[in-house]
């Protein structure tokens, strides 16, 4: 008899619901029996509480943005891996960096300073961030296309975000509050000739090149220490716009860059990039007459080595769940890669992670995108959307019923100190001779570029700003500086006043 009940109720189902996936639900798995009207008291009444699905839908919509980024907010994410080439065993007991062996890895590019739905043609930093999936867990190298940046100190972070970003008041962009602050940071003089250049607006996310920016430590099985820089190449080439062209593409694409990268992945066009890096031994910091720990600086001179490729073959499935909700943050390292002594990378070694938890969450590394290979095992726990699985009742270290053991090779390396606690500036700044080495290294096209984009910008500026930052300008060379006084509506005179009183 239960047999035949069964049968005539298989026999009342619709066909379609066979496929119980196509079937619409509920969060809580429960079928949606009308997802065109609400539910409402009689055929003219108020809408009831008691629609769920009416409700739900409401709760749901309302919550679908997480806080945007402060920065970096407008992002394109694609997968791929990493596949090492040369053994830094030397250098460094970081697996991923055995010849061979091949680590997933999620990249997210991004403008920095504008909004989420801004157009991609705005003259911005680009953001590039890859999270390698290695064997001891996630390790995050987050950088931009720029080989330097802005400020030094971590501490001015915020000042120089506010000073980007729109007036509060009105919450239109105003250069003229951007360079009131950077008249007072000459470190920044080398990032902003690159910023002002043709490279702050790129052809596509495909033909940039990226840098991890800080120095970093590599530490091998002897804990030996060396620092090293992170670069990036592009195998498609590097390509920008020019102002003219920047319009035109404005007029037709807002969204070229995310385009161009999605579409040539689509197409089976997987684009790579050759990873490099620099060495120095600690006795050689000393040995430079700028700080090579400053992320204003980049290390000429210094050799670079190819360790291994990276190929993006595979689009985002939902650019949500993935592009927005992933976590990149400095301090996500493994074994073998330690922060180096960098004042700006101290910083983002807090801030990047704090963040992360303030917009998704405590849990947010439990998300897909997030989640490392390795099983995670800690006293952690609690918190909005915890979606673990923990069955023991250990949660606390250390302990003989649950032992977690602690690895050696996994502690920090040992850093040599001495003197006292200060507040005070680097000892070799050198703020300006880098910038004037990039405006040589440009074509005379490249440069005219430059001059006409970076003196429209100041032109807008407070005397005063714009004098001190064409002094900067005229300090890194007296050609650049001349020639931006020229379209900005400098006094020359006084510009070359005020450089002669600066310090290289």
Sequence with gaps: MRHACLLVAALLIPATSVLAQTTLTRDNGAPVGDNQSSQTAGANGPALLQDVQLIQKLQRFDRERIPERVVHARGTGVRGQFTASAD???LTRALL?????TTPVFVRFSSVVHGN?????LRDPRGFATKFYTREGNWDLVGNNFPTFFIRDAIKFPDMVHAFKPDPRTNLDDDARRFDFFSHVPEATRTLTQLYSNEGTPAGYRFMDGNGVHAYKLVNAAGDV???KFNWKSLQGTRNLDPTQVEAMQGRNYSHMTEDLVQAIKRGDHPRWDLYIQVLAPEQLASFDFDPLDATKIWPDVPEQ??????LNQNVDNFFQETEQVAMAPSNLVPGIEPSEDRLLQGRVFSYADTQMYRIGANALQLPVNRPRVAISNGNQDGALDAGHSS????YEPSRLQPRPQRTHARYSRLPLSGTTQQERIAREQNFRQAGELYRSYSRREQLDLVHSFGQ???GADSDSKHIMLSFLYKADADYGTRVARVAGGDLARVKQLASQLQD
């Design 88 to 90: 830094l065993s030397a």
């Design 392 to 395: 023991s009742g250990v949660n």
């Design 226 to 228: 060396h620092y090293v």
């Design 97 to 101: 960096f055995t010849p061979g062996e």
């Design 117 to 121: 739905h801004s157009p991609e043609t």
């Design 457 to 459: 910008s100041l032109a």
């Design 306 to 311: 190819k360790i291994g490729q990276m190929v």
